[in-house]
């Protein structure tokens, strides 16, 4: 963990004033946001939130950047109506919080998503990017839904894990995983730049947040056909 005080490196980063282009939908027994591509498209990429919930502008502003590349967006609520994180709260509280918001216990939120992408959005390629917590359950779905084509997960390395466990993850891959599979560091970064930093703010920031986004997009372009 990070420390004592701040578990979790989330509160880096800035809150986007964003409204998002898309609209909130009750998906069977939860709500998402979704947002879909100008022309019609059978490609379509789960959202998956960080600990401050699906409705962060930020996250809704990276599924409006899929959405604008292409893909359905779709950005469920993981935790079904129970409050997200919130920053002022008291961080010494948070594994107790995140107690009932297991990232590998999503399997009936995931199979309502697929069930409305394939069947309301005409859904044959589909993708997960997952911030954070997201990321974690972004490897849970690629592990257990083999027709998600293509899964990018961010903030694997940073202050809570360090740089010689992304070593070892990737011995690992490299012993056991069959599938095609990218790590990439961005020296210098923190966790959340590329959702909770804004591009505008540090120039020196700009590079690795872009490239980042670009190389989520070419990942889901190369897989998901």
């Known amino acids: 963990m990070a420390n004592e005080a701040k578990p979790c490196p989330c509160h880096i980063g800035d809150k986007l004033d964003y409204g998002g282009l898309g609209q909130d939908v009750q998906i069977d027994h939860i709500k998402a946001y979704v947002v879909k591509p100008s022309a019609p498209s059978d490609g379509a990429v789960i959202v998956i939130q960080d600990i401050f919930g699906w409705k962060l502008p930020n996250t809704r502003y990276m599924a409006d950047m899929l959405a604008a590349n292409g893909y359905t967006a779709v950005c469920p609520d993981f935790y079904v109506g129970k409050e997200p994180w919130d920053p002022s709260n008291d961080w010494s509280k948070f594994q107790e919080w995140l107690k009932d918001k297991k990232a590998t216990e999503i399997n009936k939120e995931l199979d309502a998503v697929l069930r409305f992408l394939k069947e309301q959005c005409g859904a044959k390629h589909i993708g997960a990017v997952g911030f954070c917590w997201g990321g974690v359950a972004a490897h849970y779905l690629a592990l257990q839904y083999p ?79």
């Not at 740089?163 to 210098?188: I, M, N, R």
């Not at 804004?198 to 872009?210: A, K, Q, Y």
């Not at 490239?211 to 070419?218: F, K, P, T, V, Y």
């Open 147 to 225: 027709e998600v084509e293509a899964v990018v997960s961010f903030y694997e390395k940073d202050n809570v894990i360090p740089l010689d466990q992304v070593s070892l993850l990737e011995a690992q891959l490299k012993e056991k995983c069959t599938a095609d599979y990218l790590v990439k560091v961005f020296p210098g970064q923190t966790h959340g730049f590329a959702h909770r930093k804004r591009e505008d703010i540090n120039p020196t920031d700009t590079p690795s947040i872009l490239e980042a986004r670009a190389d989520m997009l070419n990942w889901l372009k190369k897989y998901m056909k």
